[in-house]
């Protein structure tokens, strides 16, 4: 199941990567000038999707606010800008955004509901319900004793499941220190 969810985010990513580098669209490159008051003329930004040459304030300012000789005076003091973007990068970057969203959306997914199923059928059920038992007095007490009898499972997931451990009581002992004892490690 995962290696297919992967297998299909793989597959979108590339397709829109190759989607995105063949087409450029028109709305990636523009002239923008920016007009200050002229006269009675309050100022304003005017955009256009115009080529590099003709970004200039007679192309891109429509409808031209002056008449006749006012139009030059008014067109120097206006500053146009040509810019230019690559929105197939951009989009790469919200795919790969999103899929790394997604794995982790996945990833909380197995955390809450997968795991707790999985420790059941591997420990036993009245096992997890004496875990439950105690753990309302002392959360992770029994954590030694469930792990040294899971000597079975493969050694990787092992040291995985110590390191867990030791960061939960880690967790509790500065739960303790800062709720009963009211001082704060450093």
């Not at 290696?3 to 190759?18: E, F, H, M, P, R």
């Not at 059920?125 to 004793?145: E, I, M, W, Y």
Request: proline share 4%.
């Amino acid at each position: 199941l995962y290696k297919v969810t992967i297998l299909k985010a793989s597959y979108i990513t590339i397709y829109g990567i190759k989607c995105s580098l063949i087409s450029q669209n028109s709305e990636d490159i523009r002239c923008k000038c920016t007009c200050p008051p002229y006269r009675d003329i309050d100022g304003q930004i005017y955009k256009q999707n115009v080529s590099l040459k003709d970004c200039n304030c007679l192309h891109v300012v429509e409808p031209m606010p002056v008449d006749g000789k006012d139009v030059e005076a008014y067109c120097l003091r206006c500053e146009c800008k040509y810019e230019e973007r690559s929105s197939g990068t951009i989009k790469v970057t919200i795919i790969i955004y999103l899929s790394i969203l997604g794995l982790l959306f996945l990833y909380m997914v197995y955390l809450t509901l997968l795991e707790p199923m999985l420790k059941r059928r591997l420990f036993g059920h009245s096992q997890l319900q004496n875990d439950d038992d105690v753990g309302d007095q002392q959360p992770f007490a029994n954590a030694h004793n469930v792990l040294s009898r899971s000597a079975s499972r493969p050694n990787m997931l092992n040291k995985v499941e110590h390191a867990q451990q030791r960061w939960r009581r880690q967790v509790q002992e500065q739960r303790k220190s800062v709720f009963d004892r009211h001082v704060v490690l450093s």
